[in-house]
């Protein structure tokens, strides 16, 4: 493996000022700094080309409110946007402020690990081991399942090839793929560049801002929101209904010129998109903003609209201080993530999908007092799929041979890997895209259907259970009225239309109702909580949950919402079995 | 004669972020020449010193330094007597961009809209001197790394491209004369505080140099001099004001008003408050194209509905919202600035106007904001929360739609009358057009 050669001085390179602790900005100041706004001109997200892409990847049949559509509108789609079989889908996780990848993937056969983390060394008992010499840390059970399946590749001593602890000019680097000047495109987004335009939507974000990483010449990425609420202000209840009907007419012609008529068209274009996204976007959605992101890129990818790259951005990995809580909390966000991804995800796409994780950075070999790391150099990366040969990669840079920081000596150029990525897996060409040629780390397979596999292509809708479903209503019922639901209740919100209907859209409507507005409409969200824990888990709330939901209230997330996680605790749904056995036998017979 | 009411309220939503009935009917007593005069008289706003926030990085964090310099400008753009100062500082930062992404320092990016503050409705040339030489431009289009031996073009380039003359009016020659006269104009290193001009002797290059067929030993702002007051004035002052009539009229205006407008500067000493006398004294610029020429910025559609609405930045945080409609204030998508018009309309632009909508109707039913519309009849009730939104000619369609949403709501749930109307009213097309 060749060494990567350093250069002294990173403060030529680029203009920023090189930032080292404390008062470090936080990855989201970071990334906000490297990214743009979502690009809105005519060329962006447009209801237009949302429907050329379901229409050309032939998704339209798994989607229920097409049929509102325009029948002209579809019937212009270009053909080909569709993923092919042998076609890579990629989702790119960054991990900002820099993950400590020694404590990620853990040399637990080397003491001299243990002799720099004298603090915060995680022991091989405690890790979750994968091979003889390195364990996984203890808050990655998804990841261990997935590499003991062979489907992660661990690239060790992944680096820039300058030295350089600034989180802007690192991140910046990763994100354009170039190692001098001011970034102004990304790598990946260099490559979107390059698709064909008939696949409407190539790239996207979830998010509100377009990541550098994604940027290219063209507006190839679109941001969406990471929640269904994000797609229009309000909720789909009759009031809002009654607005949005409002908005609907306020469309034709207005008198006011073409951007009057524009303007006034925008809103039933954006109202008409929202409702296509709806049904794809989680209504029940998972805790957890990470998996909240993975659980909607699955459900893009099983809708089959031609999406190519995804990214995720989330962070903060920068532990200075109190790194195993905070370096723990984010694992576990990852894991998390990782486990909803798979679980939502329909096989048939499995041997095209590609996750990748990339850090500006490592962290410091030594720990330091205040149980922390300070930025480093070298770090892990880890690419997951079915098409990834597992094992590792790479090599192991030295734990005795450190840099004058202290820091491990990066063995391979971060650009290495993004070039196996681009030419192995995107089809793509890592040579133009980089200026310059990388040997493939050879950690990929072709994307594509395993032999015999037999799958289509087509995507298709997430198949609910009957029988869950209903289920997971009756204990809708106990947890917001405490009683069982009445048969006409009960019937109406399992049939309204089409059955479509998720539990999160019905908890919205729960939640206005005059029964629970009644029972917790004039309490404040401590008291709120309060009940709930007694009225539905029948116990006093432990402090850590009564903290920590009292903060998802706080973070902005409704009453309604919180129901529903209550409501679908696996405590509930123990506590509650019996209970909605006796629902179902008085009602279904036996 | 008096001035008609509808004009005033247009010269309010173009001069500034919109007025209020009873400010307009109190204008339409004066005549139009002297409206126009009133409101570009800035003497009664606050000095530009007060209320400015901590932006020593050293002190404060990132969010307090972004929030802070973005509620500054949005309380002035919402609050001041006379608006056009803030708004010509959006105009020239869309035109003389820097931006915060690769400034990287708030204070710098906050001096030049200082600047813009300023220098915005006086001497051009006088603006363009003082905005080249700060650092906050010396960052942005890397003249500090320009040197004698290394040149680096950017600033020299992008100054005659887009900031006076665009394509066509220069050779490559040029392009490389002047790049070659910026050298050694550059700023102090990154770890002084605060950081600012320096001009190191040591790394200009004082040779001859052949500038537009002038050979002599041109200094930078020599450059400049001669781009805005020598041979290529009325180029110059046709750029700029073509730049002005596109955005406080409408895009694209005809040949000969621009010739009229460049005119206009020249013989006013090239002062921007000529031209915009000029502007917005133009029968032009009361014509039907201009009152529907121009869509809201995301920036002049939050300012606006903060100002009706009397709440105030730290109520809503309209920064994080005009990101996600696409204009990300002090940091403008690249040197070109900010397009116009279709650029603000799409999907996501919408949505995230919506969300910002929804906020500032909660926000403002609980200040009771329109609280009586239930108790209003239907038609009044619309109306006024139109008035109230500065929406005095709604077309006829936008006024069915809410007449029949009140009337609805009336035969509903009559508690969401006026949280909906004021939702809806910010919804409106005739609130989105500039």
């Known amino acids: ?590 | 004669m008096p001035s008609e009411f509808l004009d005033v309220a247009h010269l309010l939503r173009r001069s500034g972020f919109g007025g209020r009935r009873p400010e307009i009917e109190a204008l339409t007593e004066m005549e139009w020449p002297d409206v126009v005069d009133l409101i570009l008289d800035t003497s009664p706003n606050p000095p530009v010193t007060e209320g400015v926030p901590n932006l020593n990085p050293d002190a404060t964090t990132w969010s307090e330094r972004y929030v802070g310099m973005t509620h500054h400008w949005f309380e002035r753009a919402r609050t001041v007597p006379r608006p056009i100062e803030e708004k010509m500082a959006l105009f020239w930062h869309g035109l003389l961009c820097s931006g915060l992404d690769k400034v990287n320092q708030h204070y710098l990016m906050f001096d030049q809209i200082q600047l813009f503050r300023t220098a915005g409705l006086g001497d051009i040339v006088e603006l363009y001197q003082a905005m080249a030489v700060q650092p906050a431009m010396l960052l942005y289009l890397d003249n500090k790394d320009n040197r004698r031996g290394s040149l680096n073009e950017n600033f020299a380039r992008e100054v005659m491209e887009l900031f006076t003359l665009g394509q066509g009016h220069y050779t490559e020659d040029d392009v490389a004369a002047s790049a070659r006269a910026w050298t050694g104009h550059g700023l102090t290193s990154y770890d002084t505080y605060p950081r600012t001009y320096q001009f190191r002797a040591d790394r200009h290059d004082s040779d001859t140099k052949t500038f537009m067929g002038v050979t002599a030993n041109w200094d930078g702002p020599e450059i400049l001099n001669h781009i805005l007051l020598g041979p290529k004035q009325r180029d110059a002052a046709r750029f700029i004001s073509a730049k002005m009539w596109s955005f406080f009229a409408y895009p694209n205006p005809e040949p000969a008003l621009v010739d009229d407008l460049a005119t206009a500067m020249i013989n006013g000493g090239m002062r921007a408050d000529v031209v915009l006398r000029a502007i917005f004294n133009r029968p032009e610029f009361r014509s039907e194209k201009a009152r529907t020429g121009l869509v809201r910025s995301p920036i002049e559609y939050t300012v606006a509905a903060l100002r009706h609405s009397n709440l105030t930045s730290s109520d809503i945080d309209p920064q994080w919202y005009v990101g996600e409609m696409g204009q990300s204030m002090y940091d403008p998508p690249n040197v070109s600035g900010w397009r116009q018009n279709g650029y603000w309309i799409s999907s996501s632009a919408m949505w995230a106007k919506a969300r910002f909508a929804s906020n500032l109707r909660w926000r403002a039913y609980d200040n009771e904001f329109l609280a009586d519309s239930a108790e209003l009849p239907t038609e009044t009730s619309v109306e006024r929360a139109l008035d109230t939104f500065g929406v005095f000619a709604a077309s006829a369609r936008t006024r069915a739609s809410l007449t029949n949403f009140v009337a609805t709501e009336r035969s509903t749930s009559r508690w969401a009358e006026s949280s909906g109307l004021i939702f809806l009213s910010l919804l409106t097309p005739e609130f989105q057009l500039a």
């Open chain 1, 1 to 590: 493996m060749n060494n990567v050669p350093f250069t002294s001085d990173a403060s030529t390179l680029l203009p920023y000022p090189q930032t080292i602790e404390p008062g470090d900005p936080s990855p989201a100041e970071i990334v906000a700094a490297l990214s743009r706004p979502a690009p809105s001109d005519a060329s962006s997200l447009s209801r237009r080309r949302f429907i050329q892409a379901a229409a050309a990847s032939g998704a339209l049949a798994s989607i229920p409110t097409w049929s509102v559509l325009n029948r002209s509108d579809v019937a212009g789609a270009a053909a080909g946007a569709s993923v092919g079989a042998d076609e890579g889908i990629v989702v790119m996780l960054t991990m900002g402020g820099g993950n400590d990848g020694l404590n990620t993937v853990i040399p637990i056969g080397d003491s001299a690990y243990y002799d720099n983390r004298s603090r915060l060394a995680i022991s091989a008992e405690e890790s979750l081991q994968i091979t003889d010499g390195y364990g996984l840390h203890p808050n990655l059970p998804s990841l261990k399942q997935r590499y003991d399946m062979g489907q992660v590749a661990v690239i060790e001593g992944v680096g820039q090839p300058v030295d350089d602890l600034s989180h802007f000019t690192s991140m910046a680097r990763w994100m354009s793929g170039r190692l001098s000047g001011v970034p102004t495109s990304g790598w990946m987004g260099r490559h979107l560049d390059g698709m064909p335009n008939e696949i409407p939507i190539p790239g996207v974000t979830v998010g509100s801002s377009i990541p550098l990483l994604m940027l290219g010449s063209k507006p190839r990425t679109s941001a969406l929101p990471e929640k269904v609420s994000g797609l229009f202000s309000v909720q789909n209840d009759p009031v809002d209904q009654r607005q949005y009907r409002a908005i609907r007419d306020f469309a034709g012609d207005t008198g006011l010129g073409t951007w009057g008529n524009a303007l006034a068209g925008a809103g039933p274009n954006a109202l008409d998109l929202a409702g296509q996204l709806r049904p794809i976007y989680p209504t029940d959605p998972v805790r957890g903003k990470v998996a909240r992101q993975m659980e909607v890129i699955a459900r893009l990818i099983n809708a089959g609209i031609g999406i190519r790259v995804f990214s995720v951005i989330w962070g903060s990995f920068d532990s200075h201080s109190g790194q195993p809580e905070q370096h723990g909390d984010r694992l576990a966000e990852f894991d998390a993530g990782l486990k909803v991804f798979y679980e939502t995800l329909n096989p048939q796409w499995a041997d095209r999908v590609l996750v990748v994780t990339q850090s500006e950075f490592g962290r410091r070999a030594k720990d330091h007092g205040s149980d922390g790391t300070d930025h480093g150099a070298a770090g892990t990366m880890l690419a997951i799929g079915s098409n990834v040969k597992g094992g590792f990669y790479g090599q192991a840079p030295s734990l005795t041979n450190l840099t004058r920081q202290d820091n491990l000596i990066p063995t391979v150029d971060f650009r290495q890997v993004q070039s196996t990525v681009l030419n192995d897996w995107l089809a793509g060409d890592a040579g133009e895209i980089f200026g310059s040629n990388f040997e493939s780390l050879g950690f990929l397979r072709a994307p594509g259907t395993a032999p015999g596999d037999g799958g289509d292509g087509g995507g298709g809708p997430i198949v609910v259970n009957p029988t869950e479903r209903r289920n997971s209503f009756v204990r809708l019922y106990l947890a917001y009225f405490l009683r069982f639901p009445d048969t006409k209740g009960l019937d109406y919100w399992l049939t309204v239309g089409d059955g479509t209907i998720g539990l999160g859209e019905a908890s919205l409507y729960f939640a206005k109702s005059a029964e629970f507005r009644q029972r917790y409409g004039a309490v404040d969200d401590a008291r709120f909580v309060e009940l709930i824990y007694n009225n539905v888990l029948n116990r006093a709330p432990e402090d850590k949950g009564f903290n920590y939901w009292r903060g998802v209230l706080g973070d902005g997330y409704s009453r309604g919402e919180v129901m529903i996680w209550f409501s679908e605790s696996a405590e509930n749904i123990r506590a509650t079995a019996a209970r909605v056995a006796e629902y179902n036998a008085l009602t279904l017979g036996s």
